[in-house]
């Protein structure tokens, strides 16, 4: 999965390390990330290239993390113009290009990117928010309330049936991703993560289960998720009632007979749990 960099190094100890010129520097404006593609390989600029754009880099750059002790800042509030070869790219191309270490440190830079972008103004006063230097938060300069980065938890269900899985595809009116996936939706207020799976297999497909099983988890930053993977069993009738204002297909395959165009299951988890099935007569 697209977090799996090993042997690569991320760590993301929070500290105020001095800025040198041979950093990473990963910016973003809106949904995308400066870079340079050659073919599917990308490149992030050096803090040395951004200063031709914006000279007051070492001041204003905010630590990200670091991959290999190698440290990545980013420019919270610049804006910064595309510049000789670098170029403004998608931020769901992170789910294609290479090598996959550096995708990660794409897509989890623009989520500590965005954290800050939502976090300028106090949500209890409107007063203006500091960012700490002993941790990763923010402060507010009137009322001093404090705000961490926050994480929505999501689960991914594996309903099967025997030696059938149920696939399903959003409605193009609730999201842009139209492969096939699995059931997937956030955990709420007061739930327990197998609860999630029970209502939202139920919202979404009508269906009962059982035998809920843990299988792995991801932190999924193109929106500001931690997946967790589930797998489970129908419970009695096996009969789809498809929730159409959220999915436009939902269906049970076949593991040997399951669709091409399905998520990767070199990058998500939902991709994994899929080919794992196929793979597994013997689910967990």
Not at 228 to 255: N, P, Q, Y
Request: charged share 25%.
């Amino acid at each position: 999965m697209i977090q799996d960099i090993a042997p690569h190094r991320y760590d993301v100890t929070f500290c105020v390390p001095e800025v040198k010129k041979d950093d990473y520097m990963l910016i973003y404006h809106e949904d995308n990330v400066l870079c340079h593609m050659q073919g599917a390989a990308i490149a992030y600029p050096f803090v040395e290239d951004i200063e031709e754009a914006f000279p007051e880099v070492y001041k204003k750059a905010k630590f990200l993390f670091k991959i290999d002790d190698v440290n990545y800042f980013g420019l919270p509030n610049a804006e910064i113009s595309e510049f000789c070869h670098w170029k403004y790219l998608p931020k769901e191309h992170m789910r294609k290009v290479e090598p996959v270490w550096k995708a990660f440190a794409g897509i989890t830079g623009y989520q500590i990117h965005k954290w800050h972008l939502e976090h300028q103004f106090c949500s209890c006063c409107g007063g203006t928010m500091k960012a700490l230097d002993k941790e990763r938060a923010v402060r507010c300069s009137q009322c001093g309330k404090t705000v961490y980065p926050q994480i929505c938890p999501s689960v991914i269900v594996a309903i099967t049936n025997g030696d059938q899985i149920l696939m399903t595809k959003y409605a193009k009116s609730h999201s842009s991703f139209q492969k096939y996936a699995l059931v997937a939706g956030y955990a709420e207020i007061g739930e327990s993560l197998e609860d999630t799976v029970r209502r939202e297999v139920w919202e979404e497909v009508g269906l009962r289960v059982k035998n809920i099983r843990y299988y792995k988890s991801q932190p999924w930053s193109f929106t500001d998720t931690l997946l967790v993977g589930f797998f489970c069993e129908t419970d009695g009738d096996t009969k789809i009632r498809m929730d159409k204002s959220e999915l436009s297909a939902a269906e049970w395959f076949h593991r040997d007979a399951l669709p091409v165009e399905r998520s990767e299951a070199g990058i998500s988890l939902t991709g994994e749990m899929i080919e794992f099935f196929q793979k597994n007569k013997t689910v967990i």
